[in-house]
Every structure is written in C-alpha cells, then in structure tokens.
Nanobody, 122 residues
Framework: VQLQASGGGLVQAGGSLRLSCAAS????????VGWFRQAPGKERELVGG???????YYADSVKGRFAISRDNSKNTAYLQMYNLKSEDTAAYYC?????????????????WGQGTQVTVSS
C-alpha cells in the first residue's frame, strides 16, 4: 500500500484545513492509519490515528481541535483541523499502521507517504 497526503497550505491562526491521505493498493479497510507531523528542527510526532473499526486516538496537543476519519470506499483517510495555531505548522504525513496506533504505539507503522506542508500564520 502506498500513501499520498495532500491538502496542506497556508492558513491564518484560528482557521481550518482538511488533509487527505489517499492509498493505492488493496485492503485499505484492514489497516489503521496514523497521522504524524514534523516541524523544522523537531522530531516527528504522532498527531493521531484511526483503526480499522473507526476508533480514534489523538495526541493531547490536538485533542478537541483535530478529527480523523476514513472513507474506505475511496481508500482515503482524512485529518480535519480546526482552530489552527502557529505551533501546528509542520509537514504532515500519513502512514499505514496496525491498531496499536490507538494506544500511541507507532512500531507498526510503515508505508509512509509524501508529506504535505501546513503553515499557520499568526
């Protein structure tokens, strides 16, 4: 399975964006999907994930502002971001994971896609 994230851009603080993660290949519905981000000079961090049964996990830094969903008929996962802050500025990536992502365990994540840049201006 190969992934491609898209939908990034420049947005003002307080604004919203929706990122998409399109998967090629079969069996997308059988996988969990993780969303990650990496800001310049910082380590990659887990933003959240969605399991094959649509259960979700969110990092504390985005809880209540971000929402992850998936449409298996389109082989696509989404990251809806609301009330964006300058500290959300980063390159955002998606990855195929196993359901351990729901416990913030990233060992089962691979098949990283190209990232999409999100820049929040204050």
């Amino acid at each position: 399975v190969q992934l491609q994230a898209s939908g990034g851009g420049l947005v003002q603080a307080g604004g919203s964006l929706r990122l998409s993660c399109a998967a090629s290949g079969d069996s997308f519905s059988m996988y969990a999907v993780g969303w990650f981000r990496q800001a310049p000079g910082k380590e990659r961090e887990l933003v959240g994930g969605i399991g094959w049964s649509d259960n979700t996990y969110y990092a504390d830094s985005v809880k209540g502002r971000f929402a992850i969903s998936r449409d298996n008929s389109k082989n696509t996962a989404y990251l809806q971001m609301y009330n964006l802050k300058s500290e959300d500025t980063a390159a955002y990536y998606c990855s195929i994971c196993d359901n351990r992502i729901l416990s913030a365990q990233t060992d089962g994540c691979d098949s990283w896609g190209q990232g999409t840049q999100v820049t929040v201006s204050s």
